[in-house]
């Protein structure tokens, strides 16, 4: 069976269609209607639900979206909703915020936002404008305007009270302790299907030989889709997020070794306290909800030509670490892309990590992300530079991009015309013209191929003039 929270209360569930989400959960069994569908595809932050989990001691609160989340990967969690804000008889302070600053028209996307608020409060201990408006990127509003909303983000915290949450703080973190301390499997079945989430590394790999036909969900941010949109039924769901080796990331002095199943939140910090250029990719990858939930392990694991993550991974080096069974090996992501959708891994394999070497002295890493949105949107071409400049020379480089061919894929032509050469103005257009023998991109919603070849250049031409003495690196809103 599965465990959790609702807001004070354990539920314990054993028979539910694991491919139920936690949106018609809440709206269609329990009836608590408070938390709203927009999109059922996580753009639009209505179902934005709020999940606190105990990690190192405490407990952590963030904000998800409850239309791509499956119920099983509630287990061990403690789930608030809107209608868990309310103190007695009095408004929570962000409910409260929003009446005064007139954050509400319609009110369609107003419980989304007010759950958004609600966790910028518990793990801001003051506002500040940038945090706030990235921590409501991922919650669309038709009719108010934001800057009544942004308003009510910052009054919120006036009334300088505690709440509820802070009062059942230690009796919620020791009922998800004792949860998670239960070796009870954790399972789901209903409908003829099956969630299961093993709690270690060798019995999630057993379980994946077993049921071949079984799709890992970890953060459910893409695979969701195929349900919500698709329309699609999976048969069979296994959880890698509580395998204590898929879920920690470990400095081994060379490398940073990210467990698959370690969201973007919770590793981000590592990630670009060593390459300080991906923040604002990582920033911009989705929105904090999705941020929140999505892994590493799925944004390499669903093999998109356009995932983020693939392109600068390349650039860098970065290898992973396939398993099946006790069968290990160490594949570089380079290699991991075959076709369109298609990866090296054979059936019963998965990630089970991602090693990332530690930036080289000497060299420059820069990674740059082309969309039509700035905030929670998809590229429509990324592009990753690792560069080593010796005597005014390329002694080496790496160049990376994606949603320039069917998979994220290097740009052999590319560095093979800038090794050797001078780094000046003059090898960057043969550079450029050789971007011509790598790519074929197609055209299609997001960019035409001509604009894919075009800001693929302009890309390299950019990494160019920011790497001039005294050029200023200029945070450009790129869109397609
Ligand atoms: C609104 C929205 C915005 C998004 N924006 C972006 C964006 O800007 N950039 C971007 O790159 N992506 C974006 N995504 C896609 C997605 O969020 C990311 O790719 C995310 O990293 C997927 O991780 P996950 O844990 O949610 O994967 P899941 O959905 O759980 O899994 C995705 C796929 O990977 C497989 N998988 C999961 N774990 C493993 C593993 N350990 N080994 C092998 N296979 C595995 C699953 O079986 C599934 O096929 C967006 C998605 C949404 C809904
Ligand atoms: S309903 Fe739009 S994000 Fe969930
Ligand atoms: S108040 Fe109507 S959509 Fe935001």
Same mark, same amino acid.
């Given at each position: 069976?599965?465990?959790?929270?609702?807001?004070?209360?354990?539920?314990?569930?054993?028979?539910?269609?694991?491919?139920?989400?936690?949106?018609?959960?809440?709206?269609?069994?329990?009836?608590?209607?408070?938390?709203?569908?927009?999109?059922?595809?996580?753009?639009?932050?209505?179902?934005?639900?709020?999940?606190?989990?105990?990690?190192?001691?405490?407990?952590?609160?963030?904000?998800?979206?409850?239309?791509?989340?499956?119920?099983?990967?509630?287990?061990?969690?403690?789930?608030?909703?809107?209608?868990?804000?309310?103190?007695?008889?009095?408004?929570?302070?962000?409910?409260?915020?929003?009446?005064?600053?007139?954050?509400?028209?319609?009110?369609?996307?107003?419980?989304?936002?007010?759950?958004?608020?609600?966790?910028?409060?518990?793990?801001?201990?003051?506002?500040?404008?940038?945090?706030?408006?990235?921590?409501?990127?991922?919650?669309?509003?038709?009719?108010?305007?934001?800057?009544?909303?942004?308003?009510?983000?910052?009054?919120?915290?006036?009334?300088?009270?505690?709440?509820?949450?802070?009062?059942?703080?230690?009796?919620?973190?020791?009922?998800?302790?004792?949860?998670?301390?239960?070796?009870?499997?954790?399972?789901?079945?209903?409908?003829?299907?099956?969630?299961?989430?093993?709690?270690?590394?060798?019995?999630?790999?057993?379980?994946?030989?077993?049921?071949?036909?079984?799709?890992?969900?970890?953060?459910?941010?893409?695979?969701?889709?195929?349900?919500?949109?698709?329309?699609?039924?999976?048969?069979?769901?296994?959880?890698?997020?509580?395998?204590?080796?898929?879920?920690?990331?470990?400095?081994?002095?060379?490398?940073?070794?990210?467990?698959?199943? #370690?969201?973007?939140?919770?590793?981000?910090?590592?990630?670009? /306290? $060593?390459? %300080?250029?991906? *923040?604002?990719?990582? @920033?911009?990858?989705?929105?904090?909800?999705?941020?929140?939930?999505?892994?590493?392990?799925?944004?390499?694991?669903?093999?998109?030509?356009?995932?983020?993550?693939?392109?600068?991974?390349?650039?860098?080096?970065?290898?992973?670490?396939?398993?099946?069974?006790?069968?290990?090996?160490?594949?570089?992501?380079?290699?991991?892309?075959?076709?369109?959708?298609?990866?090296?891994?054979?059936?019963?394999?998965?990630?089970?990590?991602?090693?990332?070497?530690?930036?080289?002295?000497?060299?420059?890493?820069?990674?740059?992300?082309?969309?039509?949105?700035?905030?929670?949107?998809?590229?429509?071409?990324?592009?990753?530079?690792?560069?080593?400049?010796?005597?005014?020379? #390329?002694?080496?480089?790496?160049?990376?991009?994606?949603?320039? /061919? $069917?998979? %994220?894929?290097? *740009?052999?032509?590319? @560095?093979?015309?800038?090794?050797?050469?001078?780094?000046?103005?003059?090898?960057?257009?043969?550079?450029?013209?050789?971007?011509?023998?790598?790519?074929?991109?197609?055209?299609?919603?997001?960019?035409?191929?001509?604009?894919?070849?075009?800001?693929?250049?302009?890309?390299?031409?950019?990494?160019?003039?920011?790497?001039?003495?005294?050029?200023?690196?200029?945070?450009?809103?790129?869109?397609?």
């Amino acid at each position: 069976m599965i465990r959790f929270l609702l807001n004070s209360v354990e539920q314990l569930i054993e028979d539910l269609d694991p491919n139920t989400t936690v949106l018609d959960y809440l709206r269609l069994h329990l009836r608590r209607t408070g938390t709203k569908e927009g999109c059922a595809s996580g753009d639009c932050g209505a179902c934005t639900v709020v999940l606190a989990e105990a990690r190192e001691d405490q407990l952590r609160y963030s904000a998800i979206n409850a239309c791509i989340t499956p119920i099983g990967n509630l287990h061990g969690k403690q789930l608030i909703t809107v209608e868990d804000l309310k103190q007695g008889a009095v408004l929570h302070p962000v409910q409260q915020a929003m009446v005064d600053c007139h954050g509400s028209q319609c009110g369609f996307c107003t419980p989304g936002f007010v759950m958004s608020m609600f966790a910028y409060r518990k793990t801001h201990a003051a506002p500040d404008r940038e945090s706030l408006l990235e921590a409501l990127g991922g919650n669309l509003c038709r009719c108010t305007g934001y800057r009544p909303i942004v308003d009510a983000g910052m009054q919120m915290y006036e009334a300088d009270t505690g709440d509820s949450f802070d009062a059942s703080a230690d009796a919620v973190l020791n009922t998800l302790k004792s949860i998670d301390s239960n070796t009870d499997e954790v399972f789901l079945s209903g409908n003829h299907k099956s969630y299961f989430a093993p709690r270690s590394l060798a019995h999630l790999a057993s379980a994946l030989l077993e049921n071949p036909e079984a799709r890992l969900v970890a953060g459910a941010t893409d695979l969701a889709l195929e349900m919500t949109q698709g329309l699609e039924e999976i048969d069979t769901l296994l959880y890698p997020g509580l395998v204590p080796e898929l879920q920690t990331v470990r400095d081994t002095g060379t490398a940073l070794e990210i467990g698959a199943a #370690v969201t973007y939140s919770q590793f981000s910090s590592q990630l670009c /306290a $060593e390459y %300080p250029e991906m *923040a604002e990719l990582i @920033e911009r990858l989705g929105s904090l909800q999705i941020r929140n939930q999505g892994t590493l392990g799925g944004n390499i694991g669903n093999a998109s030509p356009i995932g983020d993550m693939a392109p600068a991974l390349i650039a860098i080096g970065a290898d992973l670490v396939l398993r099946r069974g006790d069968a290990v090996r160490v594949v570089a992501v380079e290699d991991y892309f075959v076709s369109y959708l298609v990866t090296v891994l054979q059936v019963g394999e998965f990630i089970e990590r991602i090693i990332v070497p530690k930036a080289r002295a000497g060299e420059i890493f820069k990674v740059y992300k082309v969309s039509k949105r700035w905030e929670d949107d998809i590229s429509a071409v990324c592009g990753a530079f690792r560069l080593r400049v010796v005597d005014g020379k #390329v002694a080496g480089v790496a160049i990376a991009f994606g949603g320039m /061919a $069917e998979i %994220p894929k290097r *740009a052999h032509h590319c @560095e093979q015309a800038m090794l050797g050469q001078a780094w000046a103005e003059s090898s960057i257009t043969p550079a450029m013209a050789a971007l011509a023998q790598d790519f074929t991109p197609i055209s299609d919603f997001r960019a035409s191929a001509d604009y894919r070849m075009q800001v693929a250049g302009n890309l390299l031409q950019r990494l160019f003039l920011e790497t001039q003495p005294g050029a200023a690196t200029v945070r450009v809103r790129l869109y397609a």
